[in-house]
C-alpha cells in the first residue's frame, strides 16, 4: 500500500501549492460566490483516486493481463465522475475560476494514478 501513502503525499503537497497560488494571486473570493470550495474538490479528488487505487490493486491481483484496460476504464469512470461534480459550476465565472482549478485537482491526482500504475 505504499501506492496510498505517496497518494497522501501528492494530495498534501498539491493543495498547498495550489492554496499558496490562489492566495498569492488573491482570487479567494470567488470560492464565496460558489459552492465548491478547494478542500471539497481535493476531497472529491482523493477520494475518487481512493477508490481506482483499491480498484487497481483488486485489478492486478485478479487479472493482471487485463490492468492497462481496466485502468483505461477507470479513468474514464473518474472523468465522468469529475464532470457529474464540477458540472453547476461551469460557466460561472468569465476567468474559467472553477473550470482551472478543477482542472489542476483533476491532472494532479491522474498523475499520481499514472505513476503508481507504473510501479505495480
Do not use: R
Not at 62 to 77: A, C, N, R, T, W
Request: hydrophobic fraction near 55%; aromatic fraction near 18%.
Amino acid at each position: 500500500m505504499k501506492s496510498i501513502l505517496i497518494l497522501l503525499i501528492v494530495f498534501v503537497a498539491s493543495f498547498a501549492a495550489h492554496y499558496l497560488v490562489i492566495s498569492g494571486m488573491n482570487v479567494e473570493q470567488y470560492w464565496s460566490k460558489t459552492s465548491y470550495s478547494l478542500v471539497g474538490m481535493y476531497t472529491f479528488g482523493f477520494c475518487s483516486s481512493l477508490l481506482v487505487a483499491v480498484l487497481i490493486f483488486f485489478a492486478n491481483w485478479s487479472m493482471p493481463e487485463k490492468l492497462g484496460v481496466i485502468f483505461l476504464g477507470l479513468v474514464l469512470l473518474k472523468g465522468v465522475a469529475g464532470y457529474i461534480y464540477i458540472k453547476d459550476g461551469l460557466k460561472t465565472f468569465e476567468n474559467n475560476f472553477i473550470e482551472y482549478n478543477f482542472l489542476v485537482v483533476f491532472l494532479s491526482l491522474c498523475l499520481w494514478m499514472s505513476t503508481s500504475l507504473l510501479a505495480l
